[in-house]
Structure formats: C-alpha cells, structure tokens
C-alpha cells in the first residue's frame, strides 16, 4: 500500500479549476519534485495535503487513514505531515529553540524539558545547535528557514511537503538549505517538494511531476523527464526546442 | 464661601480622582468584556459571531450620550434605582468594549496569514493557535491603538456630567457657576485633563520601543 495516495482530487474557487482530477501514489521514501509554471496549480495540489486548503472533490489517503474535514480528525493526520513554506514563517516572537519546541510541548503534550531536548537535537541535525537562542530576525534566510525543517521534523512526520523552500533565498544560502533536505531525503524521509531548483530534481528526487494547467502533465523518473520530455509544454518549461 | 485661586484647584483636583476612577474602571471591565467579544467575533461559530457582530454595531453606531440616558433614565424608567456612577461605569464599559473588541481585532488580523498556517500545520488547534501564536504577536500590535484609545476614554468621561456623575467637568462647571471666572475654571479643566492623557500618550510610545527591541518582526 502507498504511504500516499491521491485519487481524483479536484479544487475549484468558484467556476476557476485550479486542480482538475490529479490522482498520484506515493510509496515511502520516495522524494518527488512538483515542477511547472506558476499557476499550475502546484502549491494548491500540495496545501490540499495537509487540509490548509480543502479539496472540493476527491480523496487523500495518508498512511491508511483519510484526509478529512473534521477538524480533530484533520488535526491528527497534521502530525504525520509537516510543511515547509517559502517565507519560513517563523513565529517572530519565539528564539529558535522555542519555534522547534513548542508544537511538541503544546499539541504533543510533551514536558517542557523533553520538547526542548528534542528540540535541541533537531537543531543539531539542521547545523544550527549554536544558535538556539537566536530570534528568528536575526538569523539570515538560510538559517531560518533551516530552523522551520527543524519544526517541521521535531513532529516526527513522516511525509515532508516543502513548498518552494528555496525561493526566497538568496542564491547563496539556497545550498545549505538544500544539503539539509538532501540528508533527510537520504535517510529515508518521503518528500514532495515544489521547486524551481531542476538541478537539484534531477540528482536527488525519484520521480518528477510536472504540473500543467491544473493536471499532472508528465510524471517518470527524472532522467526521463529532463532528458527525454514527451509532450510540449514540458519540452517548452524546460527550454528545450 | 470665598473662591481663591488654590479652593478652585484642589476642588477640581478632588473631582479629577472619579475621573481616573471612571477611566480605570471602564478600562478593566471595558477591556474584559472587549477581549470576550474579540474572542465572539473571530469564532468559527457564525452564531457568537453574529451576536458579537450586533454587539459592536450596536454600540458604535448609537452616541455615547445616548447610552448614557438609556443607563441612567432608562434602567430607572423600569425600576431599577442607578446611581449616576452605576449608569456612568455601566454604559462607559459596555461602550468601551465594542471598541476594544474592534480595535484588537484589526491587531489580530494583521498578524500575517503564514503564521496561522504554520501553526495550523503544526497540528494546533484554534484555541493552542490564537494563545501561542496570534495574540502574543497582535499584543505587540494593540499597545499604540489601546492606549489612544484609553486617551478617549478619559475624554469620554467627561461626558458622565450629564447625567449628575460629578466628574471633573462637572465640577468645573459647578465652579465656574459660583465663581464666574468660567475662563480660569475651564483652562484648569483642560490643564488637568491634559495631566491625566499625556503621560499615556507617553507611555505608549516608550513601550511600544521597547516592545519593539526585545522580539517583533
């Protein structure tokens, strides 16, 4: 059984279909990259997973249970899957530490004690153990939106979505962010990233989608997708001609 | 009885305490009743929502000075006996709440929408979210906008001589109505009243620097 499985999964905001029945298995372990245009509807296919955005048809199996509207229900399967934004979203008023902290203590109902150490140990694995109590505004964009991995994974997810993580990043720091989730992806984290970073798809990912008006346009491994894209659009989004 | 000069300022310095007095009053218990309407109208149940939302349009659509008689005439025309400081706090704090309720509202709102996605993918709930997340950050935010506010509440007060609460414009007035010196009476009013504000203007803006220095964006 996939750890994921999508299957007809629309979204519509009014007569505007931005997801037109996207079905898509997900095995464990797996690192996929979503690539397409902006507007392609990548972001919305990744938000429908973890309920920040509710899918108007179409069903989402997480690990055996399914994506549902009940709030408590919805709250349970947030657990098994983090998300990393493109602004870091960092909560301001906490230090580094007490960003990764506190999800553990307050919704996994952990001591104080034992969230922090928790804590500590993901930021160790971020590299960034020596600033735990650093506010975010003083970390660069690199460190930060490390910091957000480290939340992420001090829920013990088992899905990651990372939603074009890189973006907002000088191009400087993207690497060191990318080097984290290449650890993860390395030990066996299964992974859905949106991303512009193709160089990255391409040596890390198993499996590419490209996202084409609302449907997966094109899917396979990415030395097939890069090397030998079928259709036009995807020749076209690559520069190929 | 002879008015000098310091009868007129120690007079009026006595009625400046039911001033403060009133102010602080409807400052907790209008702030209080603010924060549950606040809570009301960001709900997720349309129905505290609504009733949060009649609330507030009740009260900011109708002149203070008419929820002061309605408090003091009104209550007694039903047979309620109200003393003039029951109405004044009464229609001060329900007043004040509709404000503080719209005024935080705004500071929560502006509270960037990723934050509450993030908490929420987090696997926070409503109530772990607005408590960890939202309100320490809108906190920050409400300092300036409540204490201006708290600046109109004062003010208002002085409304509360209209129906017999001997406030310091009500004594002021009382004053200048023995004296006839309705100049030197209302320019200490206004000096006085000056006293009370300014330092809260004062206040703000220093914790708002500090505020700003120890965490924020």
């Not at chain 1, 690192?31 to 309920?51: E, M, P, Q, Y």
């Not at chain 2, 400046?16 to 924060?35: D, E, N, P, Q």
Request: include cysteine; glycine fraction near 8%; proline fraction near 4%.
């Amino acid at each position: 059984m996939a750890l994921l499985e999508i299957s007809d999964l629309r979204k519509a905001y009014g007569n505007t279909e931005v997801l037109k029945k996207i079905s898509l298995d997900i095995d464990r372990g797996e690192v996929i990259a979503i690539i397409g245009k902006s507007g392609s509807g990548k972001s919305t296919f990744l938000r429908c997973l973890n309920g920040l955005e509710t899918p108007t048809s179409g069903t989402v199996r997480i690990d055996g249970s399914n994506l549902t509207l009940d709030e408590r229900a919805l709250k349970e399967l947030r657990l098994k899957v983090g998300m990393i934004f493109q602004q870091f979203n960092l909560f301001p008023h906490l230090s580094a530490l007490d960003n990764v902290a506190l999800a553990p203590r307050i919704v996994t109902k952990q001591t104080r004690y034992a969230a922090r150490a928790k804590a500590r140990i993901m930021l160790e694995k971020v590299g960034l153990g020596e600033r735990e109590h650093a506010r975010p505004r003083e970390l660069s964009g690199g460190q930060q939106q490390r910091v957000a991995i480290a939340r992420a994974l001090a829920m013990d997810p088992i899905i990651l979505l990372c939603d074009e993580i890189t973006s907002a990043l000088d191009p400087e720091l993207v690497g060191e962010v990318l080097n984290v989730v290449k650890k993860l992806a390395a030990e066996g984290m299964t992974l859905l990233m949106v991303t512009h970073e193709m160089r990255f798809a391409r040596d890390v990912c198993s499996r590419v989608v490209f996202m084409h008006a609302g449907q997966i346009h094109e899917i396979g491994p990415p030395g097939e997708i890069f090397t030998a894209p079928k259709t036009p659009e995807l020749k076209q989004f690559l520069g190929h001609n | 009885m002879e008015f000098t000069f310091w009868t007129i300022i120690s007079n009026l310095i006595l009625a400046a305490r039911w001033t403060v007095v009133l102010s602080l009053v409807t400052f907790f218990l209008g702030g209080s009743i603010g924060m549950i309407v606040l809570l009301m109208r960001i709900s997720s149940s349309w129905f505290a929502r609504n009733i949060a939302k009649g609330y507030i349009e009740l009260f900011q659509g109708t002149p203070l000075l008419m929820q002061l008689f309605l408090a003091f005439f009104g209550l007694a025309l039903l047979g309620f006996d109200v003393p003039a400081w029951l109405a004044a706090g009464l229609a001060l704090t329900l007043w004040s709440a509709s404000f503080f309720a719209e005024i935080w509202r705004g500071c929560v709102q502006s509270v960037p929408t990723g934050q509450s996605e993030a908490a929420r993918s987090l696997g926070m709930g409503w109530y772990q979210m607005m408590m960890n997340v939202i309100f320490p950050q809108a906190l920050l935010l409400s300092i300036p906008p409540t204490v201006g506010f708290l600046v109109q509440i004062v003010k208002a007060t002085a409304l509360t001589s209209i129906i017999g609460f001997v406030d310091l414009s009500k004594a002021g007035s009382m004053i200048s109505n023995m004296t006839f010196e309705p100049f030197t009476v209302y320019g200490l009013v206004a000096v006085l009243y000056f006293i009370i504000c300014w330092p809260l203007s004062a206040i703000s803006y220093h914790l708002e620097r500090k505020l700003n220095g120890s965490s924020g964006n």
